[in-house]
């Protein structure tokens, strides 16, 4: 049976801190969430983060993801295809772990319902200056593997896909519904893609905004998306493979750019959180929000 209809569905990739984790799906509520625990977890972490969660999440079944590696899309599209089965939902978020909303149901629902049929990706074309001397190119013209959190590239070039527009950006992001149909179809009907980015870098930053963006894959995708990410990231300027996590010396820069009355669409997402250091950030984040309360856990609708 499909969950309730409601504005947003949730896909929420994790691998550890079930007590965040647990209390991200509570800020999320009411909508769906469609949570995927990294099959490398113990089996103690999963039970600790997945045991008595409410009706409205979904446990996926589990794929051994990791750092930079393609299972990391398949995850990300195996809750596309939960969230489309399963609900109704106008737009489809992905989220990581280690993620919380910075807006309550009814100002998401707000914003959604301003953008019904457009996405929310800052998907750029490569090469992206901010991507190194070559834009990133070299992540999709040699092929790859990830070990241990090092890259192995064979400095051989490859033939690459002729009707693929190659761009790329944050794995987190907000699809309408027809986009997020777009991404599953092409994975159904495109093996020769699947195959090609089995072994592109960081395949989660390139694949779904490459196919976005391609014409001859998803027509539509120009006019029909909102250049802007709506994940506030607390980067500090130092060079990290990964954003710091935050904490209460971060909450004046992170209430900031959630107001800033220049900043539209404003953020609704943020990160990077975790139980041991940005509790007492989340309290004051689900006071500034009216989270985690019952006011903000009214039926949502489409």
């Not at 490859?158 to 190659?166: G, K, L, N, Q």
Request: hydrophobic residues 45%.
């Amino acid at each position: 049976m499909a969950i309730s209809p409601a504005a947003l569905a949730c896909i929420v990739l994790a691998h550890e801190d079930p007590r965040h984790v647990r209390r991200l799906v509570e800020a999320l509520d009411p909508f769906p969430v469609f949570l995927h625990c990294d099959a490398r977890t113990p089996e103690s972490v999963f039970r600790e983060m997945t045991d008595g969660l409410p009706d409205r999440v979904r446990v996926l079944p589990r794929i051994r993801t990791g750092w930079a590696k393609w299972e990391n899309v398949a995850a990300e599209v195996a809750g596309y295809r939960a969230a489309l089965a399963e609900t109704d939902a106008s737009h489809v978020a992905l989220l990581t772990g280690s993620d919380y909303p910075l807006a309550n149901a009814s100002e998401i629902r707000d914003l959604l319902a301003a953008h019904p049929e457009e996405s929310f990706v800052d998907a750029r074309p490569l090469p992206h200056p901010a991507w190194g001397r070559d834009g990133g190119t070299s992540r999709i013209r040699f092929p790859h593997w990830a070990w241990r959190k090092h890259m192995l590239r064979v400095p051989l070039p490859r033939r690459v896909p002729r009707d693929v527009v190659f761009a790329g950006g944050s794995q987190l992001k907000v699809l309408a519904r027809h986009h997020a149909e777009a991404v599953v179809e092409v994975v159904d009907s495109r093996p020769d893609l699947v195959r090609f980015w089995k072994r592109v870098w960081i395949a989660d930053e390139t694949f779904v905004p490459s196919v976005l963006r391609s014409p001859a894959l998803v027509p539509d995708f120009a006019d029909e998306h909102v250049p802007h990410a709506l994940w506030w990231i607390g980067w500090d300027g130092t060079a990290q493979k990964s954003p710091p996590w935050l904490t209460t010396a971060d909450a004046g820069r992170l209430l900031e750019r959630r107001t800033e009355p220049g900043e539209q669409p404003q953020h609704v997402f943020a990160r990077k959180f975790s139980t041991a250091v940005s509790s007492d950030l989340l309290d004051v984040v689900d006071a500034a929000f009216d989270l985690r309360t019952a006011a903000a856990r009214e039926v949502v609708a489409p």
